[in-house]
């Protein structure tokens, strides 16, 4: 079946530490994205990628880096930069230009930093 | 800015009731509008889009919703709650000049027995 895979589902963290959250799909959509989830504040796009081995900042991308060397693949990277990384937080996929179009999601990665 | 307005971060009604979630968008620009759902602990998934055809979108699980250009909202219902549909909605919009999806903070809907 295809779909959007994340991995791992739970991760725990120390202070200090990077830590890099996986993403693959097998849909074959050119466009990924990161977005944080946050009690209360619904989703916030971290960076995106419209075509391989390019991406852009999205609303909230200090302390994250991403790479997009793969279309299947979209990993992200939490740094410790990051002042508060304890979120859960969500891949997506869609065609290319598919602002009139569907986000697909995975099921999620929830960290938190001890 | 484009942004998108969730009225209600917690909405309870009675099995078989009305379910009415608000949703309002800031722009005189037409957008492209969704409605996601999303389980505990999952990821999201899209219930409807409304992209400039009928006004009035229906979806998946019974849902529908209307846009209102004159009121600039998106509002969804459904005419009688089931227990299944107790998760967490999000509105969402788009814009042809931009190449994201901006959501609002979504409205977490409980079902009474």
């Known amino acids: 079946d295809g779909g959007i895979t994340q991995s791992p589902k739970y991760l725990f963290r120390k202070e200090g530490q990077n830590v890099t959250l996986s993403c693959e799909q097998n849909?074959?959509?050119?466009?990924m994205y990161w977005y944080r989830q946050d009690p209360g504040q619904g989703l916030r796009l971290i960076y995106y990628?419209?075509?391989?081995?390019?991406?852009q900042k999205g609303d909230i991308a200090e302390g994250y880096s991403v790479s997009r060397e793969k279309k299947e693949s979209f990993p992200l990277t939490v740094t410790s930069a990051q002042k508060n990384p304890t979120a859960f937080y969500l891949c997506?996929?869609?065609?290319?230009?598919?602002?009139?179009?569907?986000?697909?999601f995975g099921e999620g990665s929830r960290l938190t930093v001890l | 800015a484009q942004s998108v307005t969730q009225l209600g971060s917690h909405v309870s009604v009675s099995e078989g009731a009305l379910v009415l979630l608000r949703c309002n968008y800031s722009?005189?620009?037409?957008?492209?509008l969704f409605w996601y759902v999303q389980y505990p602990n999952q990821g999201l998934q899209l219930l409807l889009k409304?992209?400039?055809?009928?006004?009035l979108v229906k979806g998946i699980n019974g849902f529908e919703a209307e846009f209102k250009k004159s009121e600039t909202s998106f509002h969804l219902t459904k005419p009688s709650a089931h227990m299944s549909d107790a998760a967490e909605y999000f509105c969402?919009?788009?814009?042809?000049?931009?190449?994201?999806?901006?959501f609002g903070s979504g409205t977490r809907l409980s079902i009474r027995p």
């Open positions: 997506a996929s869609s065609m290319r230009g598919a602002i009139t179009g569907e986000l697909f």
């Open positions: 849909l074959n959509h050119d466009a």
């Open positions: 990628s419209q075509i391989v081995n390019d991406f």
């Open positions: 722009s005189s620009v037409p957008p492209y």
């Open positions: 409304y992209t400039s055809a009928a006004t």
């Open positions: 969402a919009v788009a814009y042809s000049s931009a190449s994201k999806i901006i």
